[in-house]
């Protein structure tokens, strides 16, 4: 199963965009990428996914490299309340399982 | 509509002590998932239902816990002679495959403290 590596914690300005970057460099053809994010104390949320084309949905934009091995989720316009852990996930092939890692922890201040 | 729902939101036992952990999935979701979260940890994948097809247990720690899924909706963990270290936040989410997207809704979670 392909693992992701992201740092650990990342700030933000409110109103700058925030760049989370993830590392999946052992990520076969068919695996998709995908991103969640949690903010405290709730489940996590669903933001975006993509397999080899740039994706971009009403919360965030998702970029990832042609190689694939690595990808970023771009949120444009920070708020306070976008403060919560983030997970970059590759979705194990043939199933439907996500394998969740530590993620990042974003934290926007103003 | 009404999302992924589970109970009870909080749960403290007794070492040793059976507790259950129920799930409702959204309605028409053929996917099931419970994950385990410890404090200020990621999520640990326990067990997964998909349809009709045998459960995918390999995340599941030891044999103290199982799981079932009737009627292909509602599912229950159960954890047996709990102990302190089972403490964590136990999460369930469902998906529809239907479409492609294998997007996870996932409910608020139940607090288990075991003392």
């Known amino acids: 199963d392909a693992k992701t590596t992201q740092p650990t914690s990342m700030d933000c300005a409110e109103g700058r965009a925030a760049n989370l970057p993830c590392n999946h460099s052992?990520?076969?053809?068919?695996?998709?990428v995908y991103w969640y994010r949690q903010i405290h104390s709730q489940g996590p949320q669903y933001i975006i996914h993509g397999l080899k084309n740039n994706e971009t949905n009403e919360m965030a934009s998702l970029i990832i490299t042609e190689d694939r091995k690595s990808s970023t989720l771009i949120l444009p316009h920070a708020t306070l309340r976008d403060t919560a852990v983030y997970y970059c996930i590759v979705r194990v092939s043939n199933t439907d399982k996500l394998i969740f890692g530590t993620g990042t922890r974003l934290q926007v201040f103003p | 509509g009404a999302g992924v729902s589970q109970s009870p939101s909080n749960k403290v036992t007794e070492k040793g002590k059976d507790v259950e952990l129920r799930c409702d999935p959204i309605?028409?979701?053929?996917?099931l998932y419970w994950y385990r979260q410890s404090l200020g940890q990621g999520l640990e994948f326990l067990i997964y239902f998909q349809g009709n097809s045998a459960p995918d247990k390999s995340g599941l720690p030891s044999d103290r816990f199982s799981a079932e899924r009737t009627g292909g909706s509602v599912s229950t963990l159960t954890i047996q002679r709990t102990q302190q270290e089972d403490s964590a936040v136990y999460l369930c989410?469902?998906?529809?495959?239907?479409?492609?997207?294998?997007?996870?809704?996932f409910g608020p979670g139940t607090r288990l403290t075991v003392t």
């Open positions: 052992t990520i076969s053809g068919n695996e998709y």
């Open positions: 989410a469902s998906t529809s495959t239907s479409g492609g997207s294998y997007e996870q809704y």
């Open positions: 309605s028409g979701h053929t996917a």
